[in-house]
Every structure is written in C-alpha cells, then in structure tokens.
C-alpha cells in the first residue's frame, strides 16, 4: 500500500518528479564525468610514454610531471648518457605548449625509429620540408585534418605531411632543429629517453645518474607511468574533490526544493493520513521512499547520460580529453547523491510531521 502510495504520489506530479530526477542525473554525471576525464587523460598520457619504447626518462630540474619546456637540458648530456654502463642509447626530444593541453613535440625520426620502431603512418609520410608536420589520428580528427592541410600554429603556417596511429609519445611532431629554432632553445632538449641492455637494469642505471646528476629528475618509465595517477597527482585530486563538493551541494538544494515543493503540494493529502491515523513514521517512511526512489533512478540516469558524454568526448575533442567509464566510481558516485537526497529531504519531513491537523486540513 504505502509503495503504491509513492508511485502514484510521483506520478500524479511529472514536471515536478522529472526535474527532481534530471537534477540528480546532472549531479551523478558530473562526478563520473570529471573522474572519468581525470583517469583517462592521465592514461592515455601514460600510453604514449610507454610507446616511446624507452627504459628511463631523464628530465630538466625544476620541471613539473606535465610541465617540461621551461628548464631544458644541453644536448651535450645525450653522449654523457651513451657513456653509462648498460645504456645502449639516447634520444632527447624538445616539447613547446601550444594552449590548453596540446604541444608539440621537436624530434629526429631516424633515432626515434630506432628506440621505438617509428611512427606507424597510416595517411602520407614523414616530414621533409622545414615547414612539415605530422600528427596523429585522433588531433587529425578532431581538427579536421588531412594530408596536404595547413594549418597554423605558433603563428607559423604548418604543411601536414603524415598522419600515424596514435600511442606515441605525441599527437603532433615536427623538425628537431626548427622547432628548437622557433622556441629559441639551439641545442637544447626538454627531455632525454634512454634505452638500456636489459630492461632489468634500469633502476640501477637511475640509481648510477642521480648519484651523478642530483638535481635531475630521473625515473624509470615504469615508475614514471606509475605517477601518471590521480592518487599521485594531489592538485588533481584537490580539484575533484572540490568539483564533488559543488555537485553534493547542488543536488542537496535541489532535492530540498522539490521535496520542500512536494510538502506543500501534498499538506492536505498528509493532514488526511494523520487524521485518519498515521503516525510521523508512516509519513518519514512515506517521504523518505519518494525521495530514494528519485535518487536512484537519477542516479541510472546520470549513469547513462556518463556514456553520451563520453561519446561527445570521443567525436568533438578526441585529441584534447579521454573519458573512460570508471565502474568503481559508480557506487560511490550512487552513495553521494542518495545521502545528499536523503539529507534534503530531512527539513520538509519534519516540516510534514509538525503539522498542525487541523490547520493543514484548511490549507489551498
């Protein structure tokens, strides 16, 4: 009776029963959205870096994890590092931002082809004329690119000679020595890739370089993908926690208003029960069974609204934000809006409890 009660309360007030709903929907959304960006950017960043095909990463001092064109490093470090016991070779590289997350990345396609086996182009070839570019499928996509485009960066018009599979070190790649001359940075690298005889010997080699370069930042790759994590980026995590806190507030008020709304739709209707013998528990238990039944079917909402917006992702911007589904964050995500639901509905329920009989009765 009392569940039949609750369905017929939620359907007699559609308008009023779908905002409630959506409003929860946007709050679960946006909590697995962000999580979802945050993971998967970080991941696809960690990708590319295991595609380089190196064993350890050398990077400038007072550089940041994301953050490696401000203090760039001599190139006369590259047969320093050759010199290592158990180093076989070194490659560095030169990145330059280009706005919001994307940069280009400077770099000799013969070494890069022997620490890594090369681009795998799958439109044109690689770059020959100064002015030449390549990128990779996803920024080509989501730019609108094919081979013989221009297009202009660093106010500099650039000619797109090729287009490889993505999970390489960058989305766009270009000449070594111009995009050093264009930054200003001759003979300079941002950062230095090394490759050693066996994999196994790699924490000994980083061990070996901070001994002799301090101020260094030295990682192997598998220690340097292992920071690529939200647990491991606190600004990030910082950031999501903020974020969650605005949805919680968000649907708290929310769900407070149309509950606050349904009370006053609903004075006469509760006056009644409570004449006719309800007790305040009848009438909590009526209230509180509406308002989980809201927050969970937003919440399954917001769960599915999270593939469209991974869908948008992946065909508006597939260069500049990955989203994946994060399965783990979808109880927590569940927990926060249905806590936050019960939490508003507490002051009308109260509200409903108090009630004078008699005056409710009267009420238009």
Not at 15 to 41: C, P, Q
Not at 66 to 75: C, N
Not at 175 to 191: A, F, H, W
């Amino acid at each position: 009776m009392l569940n039949r009660l609750v369905l017929e309360n939620v359907r007699h007030r559609p308008v009023r029963t779908f905002l409630s709903v959506f409003a929860t929907a946007v709050e679960v959304t946006m909590i697995l959205t962000l999580v979802g960006v945050s993971y998967g950017t970080l991941h696809e960043s960690a990708r590319r870096a295991r595609g380089v095909g190196a064993d350890i990463v050398v990077r400038p001092p007072s550089s940041s994890l994301f953050d490696v064109s401000s203090a760039p490093m001599s190139e006369d470090l590259v047969p320093f590092f050759t010199k290592q016991s158990h180093v076989t070779f070194a490659m560095g590289t030169i990145v330059h931002p280009l706005g919001g997350l994307d940069t280009a990345t400077g770099l000799d396609l013969a070494q890069f082809a022997r620490l890594s086996g090369g681009f795998h182009l799958v439109h044109g070839g690689p770059f020959q004329a100064d002015n030449d570019i390549m990128v990779d499928e996803y920024y080509a996509r989501e730019k609108k690119l094919h081979v013989g485009s221009i297009i202009n960066l660093m106010n500099h018009d650039w000619h797109v000679s090729g287009i490889f599979e993505s999970g390489k070190l960058t989305r766009i790649c270009m000449k070594l020595d111009v995009l050093r001359d264009l930054t200003g940075n001759p003979r300079k690298y941002s950062q230095i890739y090394l490759k050693v005889d066996d994999p196994s010997h790699a924490q000994q080699v980083v061990d070996d370089l901070h001994k002799q370069l301090p101020e260094y930042h030295i990682y192997t790759m598998e220690e340097f993908t292992s920071m690529l994590s939200i647990s491991s980026v606190s600004l990030l995590k910082d950031f999501i926690g903020v974020v969650i806190g605005i949805a919680v507030v968000v649907g708290f008020i929310v769900v407070s208003i149309a509950m606050y709304t349904a009370v006053l739709e609903r004075t006469r209707e509760i006056a009644i029960l409570k004449s006719l013998g309800a007790s305040p528990a009848y009438i909590l238990n009526l209230l509180i069974r509406e308002t989980l039944l809201i927050a969970i079917v937003g919440t399954l909402a917001g769960i599915l609204m999270t593939y469209g917006t991974q869908w948008l992702m992946m065909h508006a911007v597939p260069a500049s934000l990955t989203q994946e589904i994060v399965y783990e964050w979808w109880p927590i995500a569940a927990g926060i809006s249905i806590v936050g639901a019960l939490l508003g509905v507490i002051l009308p329920a109260w509200k409903a409890i108090k009630q004078d009989v008699i005056t409710a009765l009267a009420y238009e």
